[in-house]
Every structure is written in C-alpha cells, then in structure tokens.
Nanobody, 123 residues
Framework: QVQLVESGGGLVQAGGSLRLSCKTS????????MGWFRQAPGNDREFVAN????????VYPDSVKGRFTMSRDNARNTVYLQMNSLKPEDTAVYYC????????????????WGQGTQVTVSS
C-alpha cells in the first residue's frame, strides 16, 4: 500500500520559516519524481516545486522562487520543502505528490498524493 505522509506544517509569523517533510512508503522511491502543491480556501491546487529522481534538478514557480527549496533523501524515502521568508499568501494546505511520469506530476495529476499539512502565515 502506497502512502505519502506530510508533516511540519503549523502557524508562523510573516518572515518566518517552516520545513515540511513527506515520508513515503510502499513505492520504489528512487524511481519517482516528487513534487509539492498547495491549495488555499476557494482556490485551485497550485504547483509549488518538484525534484528529479536524483541529482540537483528542481523547478519552482515565480511565486516561491528564491524563498522555497525542495530536496530529497532517497535513503530515507523522504522529500522536504524548506520555506523561508514566508508571506500570508503562502497560507494553504500543502500536499506531497509522486509519479513515475514527470509531465503528469508537473501538471498536477500525479498518481499518488498525501493527505496534506496546514501552513498558516500570520501578518
């Protein structure tokens, strides 16, 4: 049974930092492209970051570029999202996603998703 479990969300003041984790099980982790998405109330799910199966390749939208950093630890079957200089508009539920197909993951139709973790940034 494939599971993706996010953790690390919470309440933080604007300008602060959080580090999200997504621990996976039941899949061959090193074969999967991994990503982060977020969804605020009333909004569509938004792409935040993705990372290649190995190596340093990452992609970010302009909304988070320079503030967020995604990484993966294949030995621990875990990906991370380091979020710095947080803004109130970053408030959302953050979801971890996995897919063998990088295109599917990038456009938000990944095969596997976590349950989400709430991030709230106060002004």
């Amino acid at each position: 049974q494939v599971q993706l479990v996010e953790s690390g969300g919470g309440l933080v003041q604007a300008g602060g930092s959080l580090r999200l984790s997504c621990k996976t099980s039941g899949l061959t982790f090193g074969s999967y492209v991994m990503g982060w998405f977020r969804q605020a109330p009333g909004n569509d799910r938004e792409f935040v970051a993705n990372i290649r199966r190995s190596g340093p390749g990452t992609v970010y939208p302009d909304s988070v570029k320079g503030r967020f950093t995604m990484s993966r630890d294949n030995a621990r079957n875990t990906v991370y999202l380091q979020m710095n200089s947080l803004k109130p508009e970053d408030t959302a539920v953050y979801y971890c996603a996995a897919d063998l197909d990088s295109v599917k993951l990038r456009i938000g139709v990944a095969e596997y998703w976590g349950q989400g973790t709430q991030v709230t940034v106060s002004s």
